[in-house]
């Protein structure tokens, strides 16, 4: 037997290893890339500019609300926005002042799966993304934050392009080797019927070195004698 001689089972295997460190590869490479993903969803999508707009009227209704008055604070960051969070501290002495949660952050948290977990994975630079604003009041200046999360509502399409295209990378090349193996198997079929029916004088197709190159040469070992 030739000393290189390599089996099918070898093959899939080191195929199937090579399939998944690529795939991990590719799942890792746009887990890198989020951030980019997200200054761009930020541009297209506008959300930028709504943040920016949200931030021009908050000022402009701030110079007319005193910080110490906690109800007109309250009423003042209270947002339609069901993904913003507005917290306000006092610029001075840095105490916290007032807070108005995302309602989105109320909402139930769905079943624990490893899928949900990969995804939270992904959506973990949205719920951190914070932007800082020095605002005037009517009585002094206070540090307004705000955690923009209507990123979340464009992260999940990201992460199943990633997960899609991680499961191709991990697919295809089996898929091709498999296919290309059975092309092979179709082959070596007809030529045997050809074989079968008196065709002696087409030699059989050898390809590889695996148990189908073996079975090929065997039998145009076989054909030579019957020949």
Same mark, same amino acid.
């Given at each position: 037997?030739?000393?290189?001689?390599?089996?099918? $089972?070898?093959?899939?295997?080191?195929?199937?290893?090579?399939?998944?460190?690529?795939?991990?590869?590719?799942?890792? /490479?746009?887990?890198?890339?989020?951030?980019?993903?997200?200054?761009?969803?930020?541009?297209?999508?506008?959300?930028?500019?709504?943040?920016?707009?949200?931030?021009k009227e908050f000022k402009e209704k701030a110079?007319?609300?005193?910080?110490?008055?906690?109800?007109?604070?309250?009423?003042?960051?209270?947002?339609?926005d069901p993904y913003l969070s507005v917290y306000?501290?006092?610029?001075?002495? *840095?105490?916290?002042?007032?807070?108005?949660? $995302?309602?989105?952050?109320?909402?139930?948290?769905?079943?624990?799966?490893?899928?949900?977990?990969?995804?939270?994975?992904?959506?973990?630079?949205?719920?951190? $993304?914070?932007?800082?604003?020095?605002?005037?009041?009517?009585?002094?200046?206070?540090?307004? *934050?705000?955690?923009?999360?209507?990123?979340?509502?464009?992260?999940?399409?990201?992460?199943?392009? $990633?997960?899609?295209?991680?499961?191709?990378?991990?697919?295809?090349?089996?898929?091709?080797?498999?296919?290309?193996?059975?092309?092979?198997?179709? /082959?070596?079929?007809?030529?045997?019927?050809?074989?079968?029916?008196?065709?002696?004088?087409?030699?059989?197709?050898?390809?590889?070195?695996?148990?189908l190159a073996v079975l090929a040469r065997q039998?145009?070992?076989?054909?030579?004698?019957?020949?």
């Amino acid at each position: 037997m030739n000393k290189k001689y390599v089996s099918l $089972a070898s093959k899939i295997f080191f195929i199937l290893i090579a399939s998944s460190m690529s795939a991990v590869l590719v799942y890792s /490479c746009f887990r890198e890339q989020i951030p980019h993903y997200y200054s761009f969803i930020d541009e297209v999508a506008g959300i930028k500019d709504k943040r920016n707009k949200f931030f021009k009227e908050f000022k402009e209704k701030a110079k007319d609300v005193n910080l110490t008055d906690k109800k007109q604070v309250k009423k003042l960051i209270k947002t339609k926005d069901p993904y913003l969070s507005v917290y306000i501290y006092d610029n001075k002495n *840095e105490y916290y002042v007032a807070a108005n949660y $995302a309602d989105f952050l109320t909402q139930p948290v769905s079943v624990i799966t490893p899928l949900y977990i990969l995804q939270t994975d992904f959506e973990t630079d949205a719920y951190n $993304a914070v932007y800082t604003k020095i605002v005037q009041f009517k009585d002094q200046k206070a540090e307004v *934050e705000l955690y923009d999360l209507n990123l979340l509502k464009y992260i999940k399409y990201y992460f199943y392009v $990633a997960l899609f295209a991680s499961f191709l990378t991990f697919l295809l090349p089996t898929f091709f080797f498999i296919r290309h193996k059975v092309k092979y198997i179709e /082959c070596l079929k007809q030529e045997i019927l050809n074989m079968s029916q008196g065709d002696l004088s087409h030699p059989m197709t050898i390809q590889g070195r695996d148990e189908l190159a073996v079975l090929a040469r065997q039998m145009d070992g076989l054909r030579l004698t019957l020949e």
